[in-house]
């Protein structure tokens, strides 16, 4: 076996960085009294941040980017991207943890531990380009998320919500080791470079390689909660506590997207004919499913649930521009920017509507009803303009940021010539504004039931500002955004994925 | 130079409206007295403008804007949006319109909100620069922005100080406009990937976008010509999508109605002259039919219906705001006819006629509120015989009702007989068609006159309503002065509006004989009323943008000596 090298050492610094953090949060718990379980919080940041300056390392290290661990891990822009924002998702999530936690007499060290290890599984997944490795990356990722998602224990939803997430999260994962491995079949390797070239050495229409795509396309498609796969995502993100509920909408949501962008453009590229259709049919129908059941909820957060996965119909549709047009043509080139400007913002976005709800839980009200909204101008004026504004971030309203990522979305649609799916998404935004507008109504518009003010932690008040002023930025001033995002992709330009590509 | 008069104007209202932010929110008479300073500020900060604008009326710049500021490129370059601001002579009477209306109506709340006073100026004021800024805005990205953003407050002053079905209200005319604008917003984006095209480069520039219109293949330009029209349509609203406009009218509190009516309705008709009209002319000259009529055909149809129906049913309503709500539809009607008159009468008196509307009908809901401040009602039959008890009130109301039903001498006579002469030199069936609208207006007006005012005071609780205070007074002292002005000299107004009409007629029909341009007043010149039938042009000569280079009898003239403005 060989040592690592001094390049795969720092490649998996990040990661490991992670995951000593977590292993020293869970014993340090054992020694804090019940007071000072903020400690395990500062921990949990402390190593956020920790990662986040050995990401920034290797950027300035290897700009062109950097592959180790017998070409299984690629550390290219496009990696560096996801993991900044998981590690944001990660430390915005954190912020807002603590007085919730303490509310729910919940303040355990292993809920960061186990944060801080999914944030390691979704490293693994946006870097890997080994189908190994993207797996063990997916599962450390789901598994950590299962028992978050489980933690309020006196809570039946909560118990429910894991037990459903986990069943069929295993039933997923299931299916998609069984479509990657006829792949490793189909090519004798588990490297995706490999991979795609033996795929498109075949016959496209050869019923092993659809099924074998298919099936992948079911663990993919499930990771990311997209219609007819997405059962478990209205149950999971009602039950889970509601700063994991925000965590998974974002961080968890931005790693399945980097896995399946991994997979299906690095990867399964040649085959883009055959799934394209796929992902249309799936993308309307995650739109059409998910927009009107969010219209009937009266529980915030099975709405923003069901807007979650409304917004992944909207960014499939960025998918299906890229699929259909040919690499470096604009429709292509601003379909793969629409998606990861879209998981930028959106993170943002959902967290900061996420920050409010879970502000709202008290010692005798849930707060996530929409009653428990009502006249929350009269209660907390400031959070209440806060979460009109990343509810009309949220519709795609300019000047707040989601207006970005819908322009790109609609831009890579006019550029491929999908005008159809344009005016279908038009019509669905219609949807969308009609319910974020009765959050809002609810907000501005009715009484409060309560009278008390809104008491708010430091950490919840850091965590709103950060994503409410990340939200306005990229909203008026997009042009360092848009860089970043072309930045990360200009990887086509690398000598590692040119070299994969042929 | 740069002069930054425009960026000024444009954000003069969001600085007040951020200074507000710092007034404790139980201080409400120092977040009166700060909101009215800034919209006063902000109107009298538009008023320099006047004579700069004036001087460089007849001016002819290379894009035919003026006061340009910024460049195309400097927000953001990476998708090529820049902050690009510019006026011709419509946006400038848009932009005093909406600066004048602004203060007129920031002034008229003073007593009108009680709760959330605070929240309410700064909405007022945020709404304010959006509206300036899509008046402003050279490029389709900042335009959008603007249009979008401006939205939200809107929303929130109908949804927060409305009437009982606010919600409902408020939601209707959110969804209604944003289907419009993102369908636009689609257009936007066709022009735009369509200008990389054909030149390579990818910019959001407005005039930069002009140059490559005529490239667009006519079997999109009519898509096109559809999306941006559902968006201006609503705007408008044009007939079958005017079913947002009395909801929202009739629930907005009244500063908002007089904003709404006054301004906002203007942006759909500012976007037909901007937008429709330079980038799809082959769509309006067109001869392919869809149920055998033309698309301008369409157009022209569903204008005069607008103007029939609107006033038909303003005679049935029983509430005094749903009265004027629905007279706007009629109002708009004849505005959205002058423009696809498609000549220089017609364009010129529509613009005219938007400014007169905004006058008129942000004074009839002025009106409208002052009663319902004093009687909590607006049902017509509550009232009787209020001219013996407001007598200062029923005569402005008079002036008032009369402008809007265009008695000459007012404003809105100036207006609609320019429209409907430019109409009736295109087809004089068209113009048949509108004129009962007048005749209508003069009806329903005038009944809910006689059913107000006249007679004795029938209502007990009506005999105490004290007359106008001076403050009331103030709002419409600017109203009734412009109502005046142009009813008796409307030939500045026509002047300014002069070269930019006669450039979009040039660039919708190339070839379209426009005679010497009389100094300012089509109707009453004698050598105006022979204008031939011009041909219609073939589609294929629209690939030549003949009109839009070439200035023949306009280029030629000398700018005219100042005249009192």
Same mark, same amino acid.
């Given at each position: 076996?060989?040592?690592?090298?001094?390049?795969?050492?720092?490649?998996?610094?990040?990661?490991?960085?992670?995951?000593?953090?977590?292993?020293?949060?869970?014993?340090?718990?054992?020694?804090?009294?019940?007071?000072?379980?903020?400690?395990?919080? @500062?921990?949990?940041?402390?190593?956020?941040? +920790?990662?986040?300056?050995?990401?920034?390392?290797?950027?300035?290290?290897?700009?062109?980017?950097?592959?180790?661990?017998?070409?299984?891990?690629?550390?290219?822009?496009?990696?560096?991207?996801?993991?900044?924002?998981?590690?944001?998702?990660?430390?915005?999530?954190?912020?807002?943890?603590?007085?919730?936690?303490?509310?729910?007499?919940?303040?355990?060290?292993?809920?960061?531990?186990?944060l801080?290890?999914?944030?390691?599984?979704?490293?693994c997944?946006?870097?890997?380009?080994?189908?190994?490795?993207?797996?063990?990356?997916?599962?450390?990722?789901?598994?950590?998320?299962?028992v978050?998602?489980? +933690?309020?224990?006196?809570?039946?939803?909560?118990?429910?919500?894991?037990?459903k997430?986990?069943?069929?999260?295993?039933?997923?994962?299931?299916?998609?080791?069984?479509?990657l491995?006829?792949?490793?079949?189909?090519?004798?390797s588990?490297?995706?470079?490999?991979?795609?070239?033996?795929?498109?050495?075949?016959?496209?229409?050869?019923?092993?390689?659809?099924?074998?795509?298919?099936?992948?396309?079911?663990?993919?498609?499930?990771?990311?909660?997209?219609?007819?796969?997405?059962?478990?995502?209205?149950?999971?993100?009602?039950?889970a506590?509601?700063?994991?509920?925000?965590?998974?909408?974002?961080a968890?949501?931005? @790693?399945?997207?980097?896995?399946?962008?991994?997979?299906l453009?690095?990867?399964?590229?040649?085959?883009?004919?055959?799934?394209?259709?796929?992902?249309?049919?799936?993308?309307?129908?995650?739109?059409?499913?998910?927009?009107?059941?969010?219209?009937?909820?009266?529980? *915030?957060?099975?709405?923003?649930?069901?807007?979650?996965?409304?917004?992944?119909?909207?960014?499939?549709?960025?998918?299906? @521009?890229?699929?259909?047009?040919?690499?470096?043509?604009?429709?292509?080139?601003?379909?793969?920017?629409?998606?990861l400007?879209?998981?930028?913002?959106?993170? +943002?976005?959902?967290?900061?509507?996420?920050?409010?709800?879970?502000?709202?839980?008290?010692?005798?009200?849930?707060?996530?009803?929409?009653?428990?909204?009502?006249?929350?101008?009269?209660?907390?004026?400031?959070?209440?303009?806060?979460?009109?504004?990343?509810?009309?971030?949220?519709?795609?309203i300019?000047?707040a940021?989601?207006?970005?990522?819908?322009?790109?979305?609609?831009?890579?649609?006019?550029?491929?010539?999908?005008?159809?799916?344009?005016?279908?998404?038009?019509?669905?935004?219609?949807?969308?504004?009609?319910?974020?507008?009765?959050?809002?109504?609810?907000?501005f518009?009715?009484?409060?039931?309560?009278?008390?003010?809104?008491?708010?932690?430091?950490?919840?008040?850091?965590?709103?500002?950060?994503?409410?002023?990340? *939200?306005?930025?990229?909203?008026?001033?997009?042009?360092? +955004?848009?860089?970043?995002?072309?930045?990360?992709?200009?990887?086509?330009?690398?000598?590692?994925?040119?070299?994969?590509?042929? | 130079?740069?002069?930054?008069?425009?960026?000024?104007?444009?954000?003069?209202?969001?600085?007040?409206?951020?200074?507000?932010?710092? #007034?404790?929110?139980?201080?409400?008479?120092?977040?009166?007295?700060?909101?009215? =300073?800034?919209?006063?500020?902000?109107?009298?900060?538009?008023?320099?403008?006047?004579?700069?604008? !004036?001087?460089?009326?007849?001016?002819?710049?290379?894009?035919?804007?003026?006061?340009?500021?910024?460049?195309a490129?400097?927000?953001?370059?990476?998708?090529?949006?820049?902050?690009?601001?510019?006026?011709?002579g419509?946006?400038?009477?848009?932009?005093?319109?909406?600066?004048?209306?602004?203060?007129?109506?920031?002034?008229?709340?003073?007593?009108?909100?009680?709760?959330? #006073? $605070?929240?309410?100026?700064?909405?007022?004021?945020?709404?304010?620069?959006?509206?300036?800024?899509?008046?402003?805005?050279?490029?389709?990205?900042?335009?959008?922005?603007?249009?979008?953003?401006?939205?939200v407050? &809107?929303?929130?002053?109908?949804?927060?100080?409305?009437?009982?079905?606010?919600?409902?209200?408020?939601?209707?005319?959110?969804?209604?406009?944003?289907? /419009?604008?993102?369908?636009?917003l689609?257009?936007?984006?066709?022009?735009?990937?369509?200008?990389?095209? #054909?030149?390579?480069?990818?910019?959001?520039?407005?005039?930069?976008?002009?140059?490559?219109?005529?490239?667009?293949?006519?079997?999109?330009?009519?898509w096109?010509?559809?999306?941006?029209?559902?968006?201006f349509?609503?705007?408008?609203?044009?007939?079958?999508?005017?079913?947002?406009?009395?909801?929202?009218?009739?629930?907005?509190?009244?500063?908002?109605?007089? =904003?709404?009516?006054?301004?906002?309705?203007?942006?759909?008709?500012?976007?037909?002259?901007?937008?429709?009209?330079?980038?799809?002319?082959?769509?309006?000259?067109?001869?392919?039919?869809?149920?055998?009529?033309?698309?301008?055909?369409? &157009?022209?149809?569903i204008?005069?219906?607008?103007? %029939?129906?609107?006033?038909?049913?303003?005679?049935?309503?029983?509430?005094?705001? $749903?009265?004027?709500?629905y007279?706007?539809?009629?109002?708009?009607?004849?505005?959205?006819?002058?423009?696809?008159?498609?000549?220089?009468?017609g364009?010129?008196?529509?613009?005219?006629?938007?400014?007169?509307?905004?006058?008129?009908?942000?004074?009839l809901?002025? %009106?409208?509120?002052?009663?319902?401040?004093?009687?909590?009602t607006?049902?017509?039959?509550?009232?009787?015989g209020?001219?013996?008890?407001?007598?200062?009130?029923?005569?402005?109301?008079?002036? &008032?009702?009369?402008?809007?039903? /265009?008695?000459?001498?007012?404003?809105?006579?100036?207006?609609?007989?320019? %429209?409907?002469?430019?109409?009736?030199?295109?087809? !004089?069936?068209?113009?048949?068609?509108?004129?009962?609208?007048?005749?209508?207006?003069?009806?329903?007006?005038? !009944?809910?006159?006689?059913?107000?005012?006249?007679?004795?005071?029938?209502?007990?609780?009506?005999?105490?309503?004290?007359?106008?205070?001076?403050?009331?007074?103030?709002?419409?002292?600017?109203?009734?002065? &412009?109502?005046? !002005?142009?009813?008796?000299?409307?030939?500045?107004?026509?002047? =300014?509006?002069?070269?930019?009409?006669?450039? =979009?007629?040039?660039?919708?029909?190339? /070839?379209?004989?426009?005679?010497?341009?009389?100094?300012?007043?089509?109707t009453?010149?004698?050598?105006?009323?022979?204008?031939?039938?011009?041909?219609?042009?073939?589609?294929?000569?629209?690939?030549?943008?003949?009109?839009?280079?070439?200035?023949?009898?306009?280029?030629?003239?000398?700018?005219?000596?100042?005249g009192?403005?």
């Open positions: 076996v060989p040592g690592l090298s001094p390049v795969e050492y720092r490649l998996m610094l990040p990661m490991v960085e992670l995951g000593i953090f977590a292993l020293g949060i869970l014993m340090i718990d054992l020694m804090v009294p019940r007071e000072w379980k903020w400690i395990n919080a @500062a921990g949990a940041f402390l190593g956020v941040l +920790f990662s986040a300056l050995c990401v920034w390392q290797i950027q300035t290290l290897f700009p062109g980017g950097a592959i180790g661990f017998s070409h299984s891990l690629l550390v290219d822009r496009f990696a560096i991207y996801f993991w900044y924002l998981f590690l944001a998702g990660a430390a915005i999530a954190i912020l807002m943890s603590v007085r919730y936690l303490d509310v729910e007499n919940e303040h355990h060290g292993e809920y960061y531990a186990l801080l290890l999914s944030v390691i599984g979704m490293m997944m946006a870097a890997g380009i080994d189908i190994v490795l993207i797996f063990i990356g997916l599962e450390l990722m789901a598994i950590s998320t299962y978050l998602v489980g +933690f309020l224990r006196r809570d039946r939803r909560s118990n429910e919500a894991a037990l997430y986990l069943l069929l999260g295993a039933f997923s994962s299931g299916i998609f080791a069984y479509g491995s006829l792949f490793y079949g189909l090519s004798g588990t490297n995706l470079t490999n991979i795609a070239r033996a795929v498109a050495a075949r016959n496209p229409h050869d019923p092993v390689v659809i099924i074998a795509m298919l099936t992948t396309m079911v663990g993919l498609l499930f990771k990311i909660a997209a219609i007819p796969f997405h059962q478990w995502a209205p149950d999971a993100y009602e039950g506590p509601t700063c994991i509920t925000g965590f998974m909408s974002v968890v949501k931005a @790693a399945a997207w980097a896995m399946l962008l991994r997979i453009v690095f990867g399964l590229f040649p085959l883009r004919a055959t799934y394209t259709p796929v992902i249309v049919f799936v993308s309307i129908a995650t739109m059409t499913g998910a927009n009107f059941a969010a219209l009937t909820q009266s529980n *915030t957060k099975r709405l923003l649930a069901y807007s979650s996965i409304a917004h992944v119909g909207y960014m499939l549709l960025a998918f299906v @521009a890229m699929g259909t047009s040919e690499p470096n043509s604009p429709g292509f080139a601003d379909g793969f920017k629409g998606i400007i879209y998981l930028l913002v959106y993170t +943002f976005m959902n967290l900061g509507a996420f920050a409010v709800i879970t502000s709202l839980r008290n010692r005798n009200v849930i707060g996530d009803e929409l009653d428990d909204i009502a006249g929350l101008y009269s209660r907390a004026p400031v959070e209440a303009v806060l979460m009109l504004l990343f509810l009309l971030s949220l519709a795609g300019p000047p940021a989601g207006f970005l990522g819908k322009y790109y979305i609609f831009l890579s649609l006019i550029e491929s010539q999908h005008y159809w799916l344009a005016a279908a998404a038009v019509f669905y935004a219609l949807f969308g504004l009609y319910y974020y507008l009765k959050i809002a109504n609810a907000m518009m009715r009484e409060s039931m309560e009278t008390e003010r809104l008491p708010i932690s430091l950490g919840m008040r850091v965590a709103l500002g950060i994503t409410a002023l990340a *939200t306005i930025v990229i909203g008026v001033y997009p042009e360092p +955004f848009i860089r970043t995002v072309n930045w990360s992709l200009g990887i086509a330009q690398t000598p590692h994925v040119a070299a994969m590509l042929k | 130079m740069q002069s930054h008069i425009l960026s000024i104007i444009l954000f003069t209202p969001l600085v007040g409206a951020l200074v507000l932010l710092f #007034v404790p929110k139980e201080n409400k008479d120092a977040i009166r007295w700060i909101a009215n =300073i800034f919209a006063l500020g902000g109107f009298l900060i538009s008023i320099p403008l006047v004579p700069m604008f !004036w001087a460089l009326r007849f001016e002819i710049t290379p894009t035919h804007f003026k006061f340009l500021e910024g460049s490129n400097n927000w953001i370059p990476s998708i090529g949006a820049g902050y690009n601001l510019g006026i011709d419509i946006s400038f009477l848009l932009i005093m319109l909406t600066t004048l209306l602004g203060w007129v109506s920031i002034l008229s709340s003073w007593t009108a909100i009680e709760n959330r #006073v $605070k929240e309410y100026y700064v909405w007022f004021l945020v709404l304010q620069t959006g509206m300036l800024g899509v008046f402003m805005a050279l490029d389709f990205f900042l335009f959008f922005v603007f249009w979008e953003a401006m939205l407050p &809107m929303y929130l002053l109908i949804g927060i100080w409305g009437g009982p079905r606010k919600l409902y209200a408020a939601i209707k005319f959110f969804l209604y406009t944003l289907l /419009g604008s993102v369908m636009m689609l257009g936007i984006l066709f022009l735009y990937f369509h200008h990389h095209t #054909v030149t390579g480069v990818f910019t959001f520039s407005i005039p930069e976008l002009y140059k490559t219109a005529p490239q667009i293949p006519f079997h999109a330009a009519i096109l010509f559809l999306a941006f029209f559902l968006g349509a609503i705007k408008v609203p044009m007939f079958p999508f005017h079913t947002w406009l009395p909801d929202a009218h009739v629930e907005a509190p009244t500063a908002g109605s007089v =904003i709404l009516a006054g301004v906002l309705l203007k942006m759909g008709t500012y976007g037909f002259v901007r937008f429709s009209l330079p980038f799809f002319p082959q769509v309006l000259s067109s001869t392919a039919t869809f149920l055998s009529v033309t698309a301008r055909g369409w &157009m022209i149809g204008s005069l219906v607008g103007i %029939i129906y609107g006033a038909l049913v303003s005679l049935m309503q029983k509430d005094m705001k $749903k009265l004027v709500a007279s706007s539809v009629s109002h708009l009607g004849f505005c959205t006819l002058g423009i696809f008159a498609l000549n220089p009468a364009l010129s008196g529509s613009v005219l006629q938007q400014i007169n509307h905004g006058i008129s009908t942000g004074a809901f002025l %009106i409208v509120g002052i009663l319902y401040e004093r009687r909590h607006r049902e017509i039959a509550e009232y009787g209020i001219s013996n008890v407001m007598p200062v009130y029923a005569t402005i109301t008079m002036i &008032m009702f009369l402008s809007s039903m /265009g008695l000459p001498l007012l404003n809105g006579f100036v207006g609609e007989f320019t %429209i409907l002469q430019g109409t009736f030199t295109e087809n !004089w069936k068209w113009a048949a068609w509108a004129a009962p609208g007048v005749v209508l207006a003069a009806a329903y007006l005038l !009944w809910l006159y006689q059913r107000v005012f006249f007679g004795t005071v029938t209502n007990p609780k009506n005999e105490k309503l004290h007359d106008l205070t001076p403050r009331e007074v103030l709002t419409f002292v600017p109203l009734v002065i &412009m109502a005046f !002005w142009i009813g008796l000299y409307p030939k500045p107004f026509f002047q =300014i509006l002069e070269q930019p009409v006669n450039q =979009i007629v040039q660039t919708v029909r190339p /070839g379209y004989p426009i005679p010497g341009y009389p100094n300012a007043y089509p009453v010149n004698a050598q105006t009323a022979p204008i031939a039938a011009p041909a219609q042009p073939e589609v294929t000569s629209m690939t030549a943008p003949a009109g839009r280079a070439a200035k023949p009898a306009h280029a030629a003239r000398a700018p005219k000596p100042k009192t403005f």
